[in-house]
Nanobody
Framework: QVQLVESGGGSVQPGGSLRLSCAAS????????MGWYRQGPGKQRELVAS??????VYADSVKGRFTISRDNAENTVYLQMNSLKPEDTAVYYC?????????WGKGTLVTVSS
């Protein structure tokens, strides 16, 4: 089992920045891909960004504004979010894939509003 705990959400004005963190614990040796998904009000959950040995993937809507990074020594993945827009408002979920298993955090709320 893998446990994922997100932190760093909050409220910010448009144009502001936030950094989300996700700490993994438990059976982490099998984790290959980590990423962030989000679910906005009335919307389906969508991929924001992911990172593995092959590189990074970003949703078109966040390219150039968000950056995903990973600290393997700390078993933590980060999402730096800049130039935030109201449409970025969502619950952000950390995701980890290990072999055939998929794990989710409980989510952290990001609200972008003036």
């Amino acid at each position: 089992q893998v446990q994922l705990v997100e932190s760093g959400g909050g409220s910010v004005q448009p144009g502001g920045s936030l950094r989300l963190s996700c700490a993994a614990s438990g059976s982490i040796f099998g984790i290959r891909t980590m990423g962030w998904y989000r679910q906005g009000p009335g919307k389906q959950r969508e991929l924001v960004a992911s990172i593995d040995g092959g590189g990074t993937v970003y949703a078109d809507s966040v390219k150039g504004r968000f950056t995903i990074s990973r600290d393997n020594a700390e078993n933590t993945v980060y999402l730096q979010m800049n130039s935030l827009k109201p449409e970025d408002t969502a619950v952000y979920y950390c995701n980890a894939r290990a072999f055939t298993m998929i794990y989710w955090g409980k989510g952290t709320l990001v609200t972008v509003s003036s």
